[in-house]
């Protein structure tokens, strides 16, 4: 079974423009991560925010967390073909080491 | 340092025949999960190791799948027989978990399974 859901499903933008995507998961967590997944390979981890913290960032990415609305939102600046990708959040549920991945949201950057 | 590796890349094989899959963690992980990954989906918990304890089974398939971690490193993930309905990706992550449980999880590339 899959907590989390990504919001949009499909998103496309042009280079330059700022890309948002959001997932809303129903359990407590302990942590939130965002990992990339370009076509046919393996996950990578972009960032780790935990329960107690409400803002992260790393270079263009900027992630935020609501643990009362239990939802957490991406943010890519200045978006790059590069970033072409699907994007999955991944909760650290309370009491467990278990991280269960939302549906994920495809995004499409145009050069 | 070397990320996950898991092998084979790519397995096709026809339904009914067995299929196994390698992991080997990132040096010093002590935990170590199996994810598999349908088509356009998230993916899912097969099972999670903390060292050598499975200690999170719930979503394996017992009846076909079986997994072991031997000595608490390398660890193998088994389907026999296999089904059409298989066929997925298998991810491999591990992590060093704390008393602070913040960690991230690596993942290796990935087995791409087609059961044909």
């Known amino acids: 079974s899959q907590q989390g859901e990504e919001d949009p499903q499909a998103l496309s933008i042009q280079e330059g423009e700022n890309a948002t995507m959001n997932c809303s998961y129903k359990?407590?967590?302990?942590?939130l991560q965002w990992y990339r997944q370009n076509s046919g390979r393996g996950l990578v981890h972009l960032i780790l925010?935990?329960?107690?913290?409400r803002e992260k960032h790393s270079g263009r990415l900027r992630v935020t967390l609501d643990t009362s609305k239990k939802s957490s939102s991406l943010l890519i600046t200045a978006s790059r073909a590069a970033d072409t990708a699907s994007y999955f959040c991944?909760?650290?549920?309370?009491?467990?080491?278990?991280?269960?991945f939302g549906t994920g949201t495809r995004l499409k950057v145009l050069a | 340092e070397a990320g996950v590796v898991q092998s084979p890349r790519y397995k096709i094989i026809e339904k009914k025949q067995p299929v196994a899959f390698w992991c080997n963690p990132i040096?010093?992980?002590?935990?170590l999960y199996w994810y598999r990954q349908n088509l356009g989906q998230g993916p899912e918990l097969l099972i999670r190791?903390?060292?050598?304890?499975?200690?999170?089974d719930s979503q394996l398939p017992k009846d076909r799948f079986s997994a072991e971690r031997l000595k608490g490193v390398d660890s193998t993930l088994k389907i026999q027989p296999a089904e059409l309905g298989d066929s997925a990706v298998y991810l491999c992550?591990?992590?060093?978990?704390?008393?602070?449980?913040?960690?991230?999880?690596?993942f290796g590339q990935g087995t791409r399974l087609t059961v044909v």
């Open positions: 992550a591990s992590s060093l978990e704390d008393d602070r449980r913040n960690t991230e999880a690596f």
């Open positions: 359990t407590s967590i302990n942590n």
């Open positions: 925010i935990r329960s107690n913290e």
């Open positions: 991944a909760t650290g549920t309370s009491g467990t080491y278990k991280y269960i």
């Open positions: 040096s010093g992980h002590n935990t």
């Open positions: 190791y903390e060292n050598e304890e499975a200690v999170d």
